[in-house]
């Protein structure tokens, strides 16, 4: 190929490998290097390669194919001059041993940009996405292009090159700290990860990082960050992102991890040995997590044997309260795949879906549940995670990454908008995982706090469980009043969240009832029932403050939380409407509902049509105390000068409840069609309609992002699933409050298309009514 480029990079590597003396090596390296590190020249070798294969005979010959032979020259070519220096009696230079890794950089440096560029275009719209979303692990999985000029054998040259340096010892002595870190970028992209063997290579990878970490005397050095760095990269890459099967390092890696654990307590304790390290810990769990949550099955017997996951868990509480940013993360994500594992062994065993079970010493007892309930709800955790999501730490990497970040993205896009409405800011993945461990903590305190209330109000256990076996799960929601928990003042949700969040704004209520809950009150047939206490009735004529959980705050004495820590316990509300919708996480009826989802259900066809799922669902008044409340802190920061941010954050609730009520008509059926849930609705669709107060406003020019968008979004849905009793009336009467909302003032002005769905479902369900005014 007689191009000007091609013909200096071949002489070059020419040079390069036959040069017989270590001097002349040198000087051929440089010129090399110097080439290579030329990026017109690399533009250049590019464009003469694109014009060389349309000059080929073999219309077969790629672009890619004579760029990865140039390359493939110049890396064999450096790892010719490596193998010969390392052989010669000359003293050798750490720059010597590297030179193939330096040409293996410079030959990817394009790629690596443009793979860094992907991923940050990705993880921008990650960030954009809806307001409150959580997501799988797998977030960058099919991003898995390959960017890299460099063939398959050339890679895989480079790894077997890169670990028979590490396992001499005068090599690993003279250069470890860089191979190290070549190691770590052979594994860092799913590109290169793709063409090593999914068991001998991976082996002999863990075996030099085991022995790395174990002879690093210092602890948490270099050489054990880079180490634990490069096995990190190799199991998430081969895990997350090309999902190749990697069970049988399982039971090894475990070992590994739990080996690097043991040798730091031995050390925290005064016995001789490797001391912590943040940095390796990170890398650490995040192994650990993404292993536990491809294997659950294999993982049970891992983690249960040698006390495996019982030290993993110790290990991880005691660096819990010393950990920031990114470090905090990997333990959110590793306790998250710990309940899951249990989940899993629960399921194995038989138990209804969620109950966590026997894992031996790994199991998440109730003793472990509210160690972690501690951590992760306790006051100073709620303040250190408010001043984390709102970028006030700058004690960790994590965090002034993410300030960064979060400047580049106002650049673009103004947090205020032109009418001064502030716009939503999504949570960042880490805040959205912490949120989502909050949620799956109190389902599980909940769900055993609620079995174990059941079990003590049985005179007769035995009698209690014949009786609910001849019912079946078929008419369980007869038997929901029955369960009804009697003690929900000492419920994990109450205590942590409902009376700390409500408390003062619900016992303020109670005292001073709006005119708006007044009319609910009247004008709903089901809260003039029975069911509400007389004596309670006489004394406030709002009967929606009667439900179970709104009257039990009557006797809690809390202040009203500050704004920051509002908008997170709004936030912790939110994740538990999210993650589990029908519920679970302020349920007070152990009450549960066959379902026609069924987990062996693949590709359309169930494996095992026999079994038979059932889901756990809490009752009516459960959720309408939720929506109730929520419209309550909607009236407590209705004012112009309210923090908006709590504003958008209690609409999202609402959004996300919107779904738990409609689940809720799908199990209970048409018997509940007039109910608190329905008047608990009806009060948050007056509020928003209601032209006191700030919402009505807040549609006039709404923005993306906005409390106006938040709002029409909120009443499309009360529409769409049929949420208010006697809907259908109330549009027909009250249709001019509906057109009568600034959004529809000036429709040529919309900037949202909520206000065009609004307006869909209102003209769908009722049509256009034209009253005396038009």
């Known amino acids: 190929?007689?191009?000007?480029?091609?013909?200096?990079?071949?002489?070059?590597?020419?040079?390069?490998?036959?040069?017989?003396?270590?001097?002349?090596?040198?000087?051929?390296?440089?010129?090399?290097?110097?080439?290579?590190?030329?990026?017109?020249?690399?533009?250049?070798?590019?464009?003469?390669?694109?014009?060389?294969?349309?000059?080929?005979?073999?219309?077969?010959?790629?672009?890619?194919?004579?760029?990865?032979?140039?390359?493939?020259?110049?890396?064999?070519?450096?790892?010719?001059?490596?193998?010969?220096?390392?052989?010669?009696?000359?003293?050798?230079?750490?720059?010597?041993?590297?030179?193939?890794?330096?040409?293996?950089?410079?030959?990817?440096?394009?790629?690596?940009?443009?793979?860094?560029?992907?991923?940050?275009?990705?993880?921008?719209?990650?960030?954009?996405?809806?307001?409150?979303?959580?997501?799988?692990?797998?977030?960058?999985?099919?991003?898995?292009?390959?960017?890299?000029?460099?063939?398959?054998?050339?890679?895989?040259?480079?790894?077997?090159?890169?670990?028979?340096?590490?396992?001499?010892?005068?090599?690993r002595s003279l250069a470890e700290v860089d191979l190290l870190n070549s190691l770590q970028k052979l594994c860092s992209r799913p590109d290169y990860v793709a063409h090593y063997h999914p068991y001998h290579d991976v082996l002999s990878i863990m075996t030099t990082v085991d022995y790395t970490l174990k002879s690093d005397k210092s602890g948490g050095g270099m050489c054990s960050v880079l180490a634990a760095r490069a096995l990190y990269n190799l199991f998430h890459q081969l895990i997350m992102s090309l999902d190749i099967d990697t069970s049988l390092h399982v039971e090894l890696a475990f070992s590994l991890i739990v080996d690097w654990v043991r040798r730091c307590s031995s050390n925290n304790a005064g016995v001789s040995g490797v001391s912590d390290s943040s940095q390796i810990a990170k890398y650490m769990f995040g192994?650990?997590?993404?292993?536990?949550?491809?294997?659950?099955?294999?993982?049970?017997?891992?983690?249960?044997?040698?006390?495996?996951?019982?030290?993993?868990?110790?290990?991880?509480?005691?660096r819990w309260d010393f950990c920031r940013g990114e470090d905090k993360h990997a333990l959110v994500m590793y306790f998250s795949s710990h309940i899951y594992i249990c989940e899993v062994a629960?399921?194995?065993?038989?138990?209804?879906?969620?109950?966590?079970?026997?894992?031996?010493?790994?199991?998440?007892?109730?003793?472990?549940?509210?160690?972690?309930?501690?951590?992760?709800?306790?006051?100073?955790?709620?303040?250190?995670?408010?001043?984390?999501?709102?970028?006030?730490?700058?004690?960790?990497?994590?965090?002034?990454?993410?300030?960064?970040?979060?400047?580049?993205?106002?650049?673009?896009?103004?947090?205020?908008?032109?009418?001064?409405?502030?716009?939503?800011?999504?949570?960042?993945?880490?805040?959205?995982?912490?949120?989502?461990?909050?949620?799956?903590?109190?389902?599980?305190?909940?769900?055993?706090?609620?079995?174990?209330?059941?079990?003590?109000?049985?005179?007769?256990?035995?009698?209690?469980?014949?009786?609910?076996?001849?019912?079946?799960?078929?008419?369980?929601?007869?038997?929901?009043?029955?369960?009804?928990?009697?003690?929900?003042?000492q419920s994990p949700f109450f205590q942590n969240v409902a009376s700390k969040c409500f408390g003062s704004i619900v016992t303020n209520k109670m005292r001073e009832p709006s005119s708006i809950e007044s009319e609910i009150s009247i004008s709903s047939p089901s809260l003039q029932s029975n069911d509400v206490p007389t004596e309670s009735s006489s004394r406030n004529?709002?009967?929606?403050?009667?439900?179970?959980?709104?009257?039990?705050?009557?006797?809690?004495?809390?202040?009203?939380?500050?704004?920051?820590?509002?908008?997170?316990?709004?936030?912790?509300?939110?994740?538990?409407?999210?993650?589990?919708?029908?519920?679970?996480?302020?349920?007070?009826?152990?009450?549960?509902?066959?379902?026609?989802?069924?987990?062996?259900?693949w590709n359309g066809e169930d494996i095992n049509p026999n079994e038979v799922t059932y889901c756990n669902v809490c009752s009516i008044q459960d959720l309408a105390a939720i929506v109730y409340s929520l419209s309550l802190v909607l009236i407590r920061f209705s004012s112009a000068s309210s923090n908006q941010q709590v504003q958008m954050w209690t609409l999202i609730c609402l959004l996300k409840v919107t779904d738990a009520s409609l689940i809720f008509r799908r199990y209970l059926g048409v018997k509940y069609d007039k109910d608190e849930l329905s008047a608990a609705w009806r009060c948050v669709?007056?509020?928003?309609?209601?032209?006191?107060?700030?919402?009505?406003?807040?549609?006039?020019?709404?923005?993306?992002?906005?409390?106006?968008?938040?709002?029409?979004?909120?009443?499309?849905?009360?529409?769409?699933?049929?949420?208010?009793?006697?809907?259908?009336?109330?549009?027909l009467e009250n249709q001019d409050k509906i057109w009568s909302i600034p959004a529809f003032s000036n429709p040529m002005d919309l900037k949202v298309s909520a206000a065009l769905e609004l307006a869909s479902f209102v003209i769908y369900y009722v049509g256009i009514i034209e009253g005396e005014s038009e």
């Open 1 to 171: 190929m007689k191009y000007e480029s091609y013909q200096k990079i071949s002489n070059a590597t020419k040079d390069l490998r036959s040069a017989t003396k270590i001097t002349d090596r040198r000087k051929a390296a440089d010129v090399l290097k110097k080439l290579l590190s030329d990026k017109n020249l690399r533009s250049k070798l590019a464009q003469d390669a694109i014009a060389a294969s349309r000059d080929q005979e073999k219309k077969s010959t790629s672009t890619t194919y004579i760029l990865q032979k140039i390359y493939g020259n110049a890396i064999r070519a450096g790892l010719h001059a490596a193998n010969s220096s390392l052989s010669s009696r000359i003293s050798k230079k750490s720059e010597d041993i590297m030179l193939p890794f330096k040409i293996f950089s410079l030959v990817d440096m394009d790629s690596d940009a443009v793979l860094n560029a992907k991923k940050k275009n990705f993880k921008s719209r990650f960030h954009e996405c809806e307001p409150f979303t959580f997501e799988s692990f797998d977030r960058y999985r099919g991003i898995n292009d390959t960017l890299s000029q460099v063939s398959s054998k050339d890679i895989c040259d480079l790894l077997a090159f890169c670990l028979k340096c590490l396992d001499d010892d005068d090599t």
């Open 287 to 318: 192994i650990a997590s993404d292993i536990m949550t491809e294997y659950p099955e294999r993982c049970i017997t891992t983690l249960e044997a040698n006390n495996f996951g019982l030290d993993l868990f110790r290990h991880a509480r005691k």
């Open 346 to 489: 629960g399921h194995l065993q038989g138990m209804l879906p969620g109950d966590l079970g026997d894992v031996g010493s790994a199991s998440i007892d109730r003793l472990k549940l509210e160690q972690l309930k501690e951590m992760l709800l306790s006051d100073n955790s709620l303040e250190s995670y408010a001043s984390s999501t709102t970028g006030m730490h700058d004690d960790s990497g994590q965090n002034r990454l993410f300030k960064k970040d979060q400047r580049r993205r106002n650049k673009r896009r103004k947090l205020v908008s032109r009418n001064d409405q502030e716009r939503f800011q999504p949570l960042h993945e880490p805040g959205r995982k912490y949120l989502e461990l909050c949620a799956r903590v109190l389902r599980c305190l909940q769900r055993w706090h609620v079995v174990d209330m059941e079990m003590k109000s049985a005179d007769n256990l035995s009698d209690y469980i014949l009786k609910h076996d001849t019912n079946g799960f078929e008419e369980v929601h007869d038997l929901s009043q029955e369960n009804m928990c009697s003690g929900i003042s």
């Open 541 to 601: 004529n709002d009967g929606l403050t009667m439900l179970r959980m709104l009257s039990s705050m009557r006797d809690v004495n809390v202040c009203e939380p500050t704004d920051e820590i509002m908008i997170v316990y709004l936030q912790v509300i939110g994740a538990c409407a999210e993650v589990f919708p029908r519920g679970e996480c302020w349920t007070s009826t152990n009450a549960w509902y066959q379902t026609d989802f069924s987990p062996t259900e």
């Open 685 to 731: 669709w007056d509020i928003l309609l209601h032209f006191e107060y700030r919402y009505h406003s807040t549609t006039a020019e709404a923005e993306s992002c906005t409390v106006g968008e938040l709002v029409l979004m909120l009443l499309t849905e009360i529409i769409r699933g049929t949420l208010m009793n006697s809907y259908q009336d109330d549009l």
